[in-house]
């Protein structure tokens, strides 16, 4: 019997997703390929693997069986890799892991240069994208972590998540804008003029929702790069949002302005603030 480590992670990644598309994807394969793969596997090992009637793909009894040992396998191949880097010498190698746009924007940088004063001969390599896409490569294995929103894996067993300090995000607008008269600002008065913001994480939508009144709401300028959308409310009169870490050198500079509104209740204080943390995979490092 020949088996493969590249077909248990598909095993693994089909059982994970409950769909051939959606799994193919998450370990960059095309679809015909992905299903190859889990066919070579079944015929290896002499039995079907999963229930290919039901619509959930739900494992068979031997799935399971099989499931429960491609993962031991699989996590014991991948720390074996870690622990041989680890005797070679902890103070080289490559890092690999990735960002969500917001973290990378000042959290993640100031990490980063921490780590390489630390380990000069280490290389680093991030990436920055949504969660979604940052899940994608962590189960395909091409990253180890990645920094961002951890809603929607802090209840999820096969995930290992660090929270990090939560941090106060804020309407923004440019030094001079109309607002910075006003002697108070009010919710209302924030939606009268155009917005840019990332419309990905659940709480902005959801608090942009509350605020403005409109549940069809949509920002007038929509984006995944912090830094990109401040520059836009920077030159315009357009408001912005962003966290304090980001927000503070060009507060520094003079250059934007945090307003604080007024009239918020006490039940929409916390969205206003990050959930960021250190997402990776259990029993992977």
Same mark, same amino acid.
């Given at each position: 019997?020949?088996?493969? *480590?590249?077909? *248990? $992670?598909?095993?693994?990644?089909? #059982?994970?997703?409950?769909?051939?598309?959606?799994?193919?994807?998450? =370990?960059?394969?095309?679809?015909?390929?992905?299903?190859?793969?889990?066919?070579?596997?079944?015929?290896?090992?002499?039995?079907? *693997?999963?229930?290919?009637?039901?619509?959930?793909?739900? &494992?068979?009894?031997?799935?399971?069986?099989?499931?429960?040992? !491609?993962? $031991?396998? =699989?996590?014991?191949?991948?720390?074996?890799?870690?622990?041989?880097?680890?005797?070679?010498? @902890?103070?080289?190698?490559?890092?690999?892991?990735?960002?969500?746009? @917001? &973290?990378?924007?000042?959290?993640? &940088?100031?990490?980063?240069?921490?780590?390489?004063?630390?380990?000069?001969?280490?290389?680093?390599? +991030?990436?920055?994208?949504?969660?979604?896409?940052? %899940?994608?490569?962590?189960?395909?294995?091409?990253?180890? +972590?990645? #920094?961002?929103?951890?809603?929607?894996?802090?209840?999820?067993?096969?995930?290992?998540?660090?929270?990090?300090? &939560?941090? $106060?995000?804020? +309407?923004?607008?440019?030094?001079?804008?109309?607002?910075?008269?006003?002697?108070?600002?009010?919710? /209302?008065?924030?939606?009268?003029?155009?917005?840019?913001?990332?419309? $990905?994480?659940? %709480?902005?939508?959801?608090?942009?929702?509350?605020?403005?009144?409109?549940?069809?709401?949509?920002?007038? =300028?929509?984006?995944?790069?912090?830094?990109?959308?401040? %520059?836009? #409310?920077?030159?315009?009169?357009?408001?912005?949002?962003?966290?304090?870490?980001?927000?503070?050198?060009?507060?520094?500079?003079?250059?934007?302005?945090? *307003?604080?509104?007024?009239?918020?209740?006490?039940?929409?204080?916390?969205? +206003?603030?990050? /959930?960021?943390?250190? =997402? !990776?995979?259990?029993?992977?490092?």
């Amino acid at each position: 019997m020949h088996i493969d *480590l590249r077909q *248990l $992670r598909h095993y693994i990644a089909l #059982v994970e997703h409950r769909s051939f598309v959606a799994a193919a994807a998450a =370990v960059n394969l095309s679809q015909s390929a992905f299903s190859r793969s889990i066919q070579t596997l079944e015929h290896n090992i002499g039995c079907r *693997l999963v229930d290919r009637a039901s619509k959930e793909l739900s &494992p068979t009894r031997q799935g399971l069986l099989v499931l429960e040992h !491609s993962r $031991r396998l =699989v996590h014991g191949a991948h720390n074996l890799v870690n622990e041989i880097h680890q005797f070679n010498g @902890a103070t080289t190698g490559v890092v690999r892991f990735g960002s969500g746009p @917001a &973290p990378a924007g000042g959290l993640v &940088p100031r990490a980063v240069a921490r780590f390489v004063a630390e380990y000069p001969a280490a290389r680093t390599c +991030f990436q920055v994208d949504h969660w979604q896409a940052l %899940n994608r490569k962590l189960i395909a294995e091409e990253i180890e +972590f990645f #920094v961002a929103d951890t809603r929607q894996f802090e209840s999820d067993p096969d995930y290992r998540v660090h929270k990090l300090a &939560p941090q $106060r995000w804020h +309407f923004c607008c440019r030094a001079g804008h109309p607002l910075t008269e006003q002697a108070e600002v009010r919710a /209302r008065d924030v939606f009268d003029y155009p917005l840019a913001t990332t419309f $990905r994480p659940p %709480n902005i939508r959801k608090i942009l929702s509350d605020l403005s009144g409109r549940q069809d709401f949509l920002p007038t =300028v929509e984006c995944e790069h912090g830094y990109a959308l401040l %520059n836009v #409310v920077r030159h315009s009169d357009t408001i912005g949002i962003a966290c304090n870490a980001n927000l503070r050198p060009y507060q520094m500079e003079g250059g934007l302005v945090a *307003l604080k509104l007024v009239d918020l209740a006490a039940d929409q204080e916390e969205a +206003f603030y990050t /959930r960021y943390g250190v =997402v !990776s995979r259990v029993g992977y490092g």
